[in-house]
Every structure is written in structure tokens, then in C-alpha cells.
């Protein structure tokens, strides 16, 4: 299971795991082996391992797993993020995949091949379902008796599976190790780690740690199924401690083939039904929020408005460093410093709650500024109206903002 261009970035937010853009060909092997730690299995080699993961053919599976997300987020944005509506009712797949970035969450999964998989949020007695089955692609919400449809004729055709199908895929173990692996290269070191058991079966574990200082992920380890190859969960462990940032996986699984019935779905009666459009933003308003870096913070693009012009809308962008340390540099063009915006009367309110939710003051050569702090991605604003952000420490940014002041 994968996911659309939409939802992968939404789930990419939701659960960020590396720094994307660095080929998984160049991934630098530590020889290392698993040890007894957990069950006995044959020793294998990181590269034996991603062979492995890579050489799996399992499409057909069902089962049950648990998403915990603890990012860390301070109160306001947490709200920010995760709350409010998203066009299209609450059916809508872009909400329900949102809601992962906080708490923990219960899922049903299935899947038969490209053509189908279902995907089920459990919460209590309530619901939701998304369904691709051929050329439908179905979001059931029963609490709200809500009902979210699209049709791709193409799917049908066999020209276009992979964009209908990538819907579901972003909340599963096995996409997110995929993402891991994508995203690794030679500032990773990969190796293998204690054997395991997960949902009952045994598993080896692959161990992805940044070889720069300064990351504010620690390491991120996946479970792989020593018959399959599949990867049957996911962590992401902070550098600096504590429970881990986001850990998925299965805790029950069956690879049989799920029976036909499983994707078949019809709107019960006196449901609401909305219809998306063919493709994303199609109809002006899109399936959802769609993450667009620092804009989906709308406290801080209010805040970089104020400043003379928003986060990636106008300003100039700079990637620094590579890898895990990498920082984008927003330069939003400031008019105004953050005293002026802090004191100002046509500051948006959001901007100035926003402001009331950051950590303290900091300053440098660069000058002053304000953080936002997350156990994953922190961001600098400093008083002249640029802006760094990257999954690192805050000494990290600062230092880079000394550095490019």
C-alpha cells in the first residue's frame, strides 16, 4: 500500500522519519549482525536485510495495528494542526490521515494486490473506512453517517492503479519503512539490531542512525519478517530520550488472501455523500489541506506575513547542510522585526498567539529570535524575518543562522 501525492506529504508531516532527497542506493552499510536478543535467527547483514525488504511480494494481507505519535508539539500548535475541518465533510481521507500526528490510534488493515485495500480508524464504537475496490475509491465516516467518494475510470483501465491505490497506504508499517529506506544515504549508518517478535512472528530489526551530530532523531528501527521480507512496524526514537516519536506496527497479521467481500461497500441509507474530484485540487478546493512547509502552520504564516511576506509564498528559500542535519532557510523578506509584529495593533491574532507559544528567546551573531520547539522539527524566527527549520536541535539552528546571518 502507498499513498497519492497529497496524502504522502500529509503522512510524511504526521510521522517525518529522515530528510528526504538522498538516494537509498548510497546508503552506507556497518556490518553488523543480529544478536540473541530475541528469537534465534540465521544472521544477516544490513545489505542482506534491505535485500530482503526490497525482494518481498507479499500483496495480500490483513490485520490489525496501532499508530502512537508523540511529537512533542506545544499546545496552540497541536491545536493548529490537527484540528479544524478539511473541505469535503468529514469523510474526507486528508482529516482522518491529519489526526495521526497526535495520540494513538487503532487500525484495521487489508489488502489484495494494487486494485484493493481497506483501511479502518477504530475509535470506540465509532468508525472510519477507506476503500479502494477497482476504480472506487470509498470513505466511510459512521459516527457522522458521512460518505466520501471518487471515481478514476483509469484505474479501471489498468492505466492509472498506482495513483488510486496510493491513497490508503500512508498509515501502514510497510509504507512508512519504504519512506525510511528512500530517504537514507551516506549520512545514515545502517545496521542490524536485536532480534524480535511482532504480532507473534519473528522479525529482525534494521537500524537507521544519523552519522551527523546535531539531529534530533536518534535512530529509526524496522521490524521485517524473517519468512518475507514485510516490515511489520516502525520507530522513531529521539535523540534526546523518552517514549518513541511515532511507533507503528502490526499486532495482529494474516498474509492469507483477505476474502472478496472485505472491499465491497455500500452508502448506507440516509447518508451524506460527497464527491471528490478526479484528481487533487481539481475542483478548486481539493481533497484536503495539503502540507506546504511552513504554511500549514497558520499561526506562523500569519506571523511571516506580518513580516512582509509568507513562508513559501514569495520568499527566498535555502537548503543548508544534507542529510539528517539539513536546514531550510526561509527568507520571507521582513518589514517588520518580531518586537514590531509582537506590539503591533494590525498583527493578526493568530501571529501573536502563535508567538505566545514558542519557547524563550534566543540569540547570536545572527541577532534575536523566538523557537518553535517539537521533539522532531524546530524552527528559528529571527527578528530580521528569516526563518530556519529542519528536523535539529536548536543549538543546530542557530549555529546555521550564525553562519548565513
Not at 518481498?56 to 475541518?85: C, Y
Not at 549520512?187 to 504480532?199: K, Y
Not at 551573531?365 to 528536523?391: P, S
Amino acid at each position: 500500500m502507498a499513498t497519492n501525492a497529497k496524502t504522502r506529504k500529509a503522512a510524511r508531516y504526521a510521522v517525518p522519519v529522515a530528510v528526504a532527497g538522498v538516494a537509498a542506493a548510497t546508503v552506507a552499510m556497518v556490518p553488523a549482525f543480529a544478536n540473541s536478543g530475541g528469537p534465534d535467527l540465521p544472521k544477516m547483514t544490513a545489505q542482506q536485510l534491505i535485500e530482503k525488504v526490497a525482494a518481498s511480494d507479499v500483496q495480500q494481507l490483513s490485520g490489525s495495528a496501532k499508530i502512537s505519535t508523540d511529537l512533542g508539539l506545544p499546545t496552540l500548535a497541536s491545536g493548529l494542526l490537527g484540528g479544524g475541518g478539511v473541505a469535503g465533510g468529514s469523510a474526507n481521507p486528508e482529516d482522518k490521515i491529519a489526526q495521526l500526528a497526535n495520540g494513538t490510534h487503532t487500525l484495521r488493515v487489508a489488502a489484495d494486490g494494487p486494485d484493493r485495500q481497506k483501511l479502518t480508524f477504530v475509535d470506540g464504537k465509532d468508525e472510519y473506512s477507506l476503500i479502494h475496490n477497482g476504480a472506487d475509491v470509498w470513505g466511510y465516516d459512521s459516527k457522522a453517517n458521512e460518505v466520501w467518494h471518487e471515481k478514476n475510470p483509469e484505474a479501471a483501465a489498468g492505466k492509472d492503479q498506482k495513483k488510486t491505490a496510493e491513497r490508503l497506504g500512508g498509515a501502514s508499517p510497510q509504507q512508512l519503512a519504504q519512506d525510511v529506506l528512500k530517504a537514507a544515504g551516506p549520512t545514515t549508518d545502517v545496521s542490524v539490531g536485536e532480534t524480535a517478535q511482532v504480532a507473534g512472528r519473528d522479525a529482525y530489526q534494521l537500524v537507521l542512525k544519523p552519522k551527523q551530530s546535531g539531529s534530533t532523531v536518534g535512530s529509526v528501527k524496522i521490524a521485517v519478517d524473517a519468512k518475507n521480507g514485510v516490515p511489520l512496524r516502525v520507530q522513531l526514537l529521539a535523540a534526546e530520550g523518552g517514549k518513541p516519536i511515532v511507533d507503528a506496527g502490526f499486532t495482529k497479521v494474516d498474509f492469507a488472501k483477505p476474502s472478496a467481500d472485505t472491499f465491497a461497500f455500500t452508502a448506507p441509507k440516509g447518508a451524506k455523500t460527497t464527491e471528490g474530484a478526479a484528481e487533487a485540487g481539481k475542483d478548486g478546493r481539493g481533497h484536503g489541506k495539503e502540507f506546504k512547509g511552513l504554511d500549514s502552520f497558520p499561526g506562523l504564516d500569519a506571523l511571516t506575513g506580518g513580516m512582509g511576506g509568507a513562508a513559501g509564498k514569495g520568499g527566498e528559500t535555502k537548503v543548508l547542510g544534507e542529510g539528517w542535519a539539513t536546514i531550510a532557510r526561509i527568507d520571507t523578506g521582513a518589514g517588520k522585526s518580531l518586537k514590531d509584529i509582537e506590539n503591533g495593533k494590525d498583527t493578526p491574532k493568530e501571529a501573536k498567539q502563535f508567538l505566545d507559544s514558542l519557547g524563550g528567546k534566543v540569540t547570536g551573531k545572527f541577532g534575536e529570535g523566538r523557537v518553535f520547539k517539537t521533539r522532531v522539527v524546530n524552527a528559528l524566527i529571527t527578528d530580521d524575518g528569516k526563518v530556519y527549520v529542519g528536523a535539529v536541535t536548536k543549538d543546530a539552528l542557530v549555529k546555521a543562522a550564525d553562519a548565513n546571518k
